[in-house]
């Protein structure tokens, strides 16, 4: 679907392509009602679906990091690398499936840019979610999936770690490319830790956080397991947080400064 200007009287036209997708790979069946809400919202955009045909059939630079984090039983992984060749290759918006639309978001696509959102402003710090929109080839999505296919597959973290919110914040700090980061109430207004946007900011959607919360599970058990997973971890995260994030910039940027005496 080609992006044309809607004319002098109407919208601005779109930084970024009009394309809309979601990412569902694994064995569990997709949240359709949540994914469903973003194609409500947005009609005219060209909407597909990344599921495992695509995953099987795509050739991916981050091939053999995929496939170890499906090794691994960790498919948020895969998807987080996924998301990356997949917004170089085409552009567009690709938002969370665990994420339900509240409104149409095209008033912020108007630069042809990066853009993400920060998590929460006050549990997370400077942590931000993986690209969520860009126009095709940009060259920091390139930076980033080339500095990912050149990670071993056995240093790999957790996702959130490795290949996503961390990753990407630490990446964005190094290379300070042209992005938009929206504040966390834009998409996220209440995050895991239990902390509620009282704003009047516009929302446009709400993060599920589906593999946090074993939200694509009916199993009481496993939820009430969650909960109490929950709780250690708000106890926890801070030092792991700090500790994940000085080993990740170690290894990204181990001899930048023998690099920048060799140039």
């Known amino acids: 679907m080609t992006n044309k200007s809607s004319g002098r009287f109407g919208n601005p036209p779109l930084g970024i392509p009009k394309r809309l997708g979601h990412i569902w790979i694994g064995r569990q069946p997709p949240p359709t009602r949540w994914m469903q809400s973003w194609v409500n919202h947005h009609p005219t955009w060209e909407y597909t679906l990344y599921g495992n045909e695509f995953l099987r059939d795509a050739k991916f630079k981050t091939r053999i990091q995929i496939d170890e984090y499906l090794k691994r039983g960790q498919p948020a992984g895969a998807a987080d690398l996924m998301r990356l060749e997949i917004l170089y290759r085409f552009g567009g918006l690709l938002p969370g499936a665990d994420s339900v639309c509240l409104r149409n978001t095209e008033e912020l696509f108007t630069k042809p840019t990066l853009y993400t959102v920060y998590e929460n402003e006050f549990a997370r710090g400077k942590l931000v979610s993986p690209i969520q929109a860009a126009p095709p080839k940009h060259p920091f999505i390139k930076r980033l999936v080339e500095t990912l296919s050149e990670t071993d597959p056995a240093l790999l973290d957790d996702p959130w770690i490795s290949t996503g919110n961390l990753f990407t914040a630490l990446m964005i700090d190094a290379h300070h490319p042209d992005i938009v980061i929206f504040p966390s109430h834009y998409f996220i207004p209440i995050h895991f830790t239990g902390l ?20 694509y599970t009916s199993d009481g058990a496993a939820k009430t397991f969650y909960n109490y997973l929950l709780s250690i971890r708000r106890r926890a995260f801070r030092i792991r947080r700090l500790s994940a994030a000085r080993r990740l910039k170690n290894r990204l940027f181990e001899g930048a400064d023998q690099t920048k005496h060799e140039i």
Not at 196 to 215: H, L
């Open 196 to 215: 509620v946007y009282q704003g009047s900011g516009p929302v446009y959607a709400r993060q599920m956080f589906g593999t946090t919360r074993a939200a």
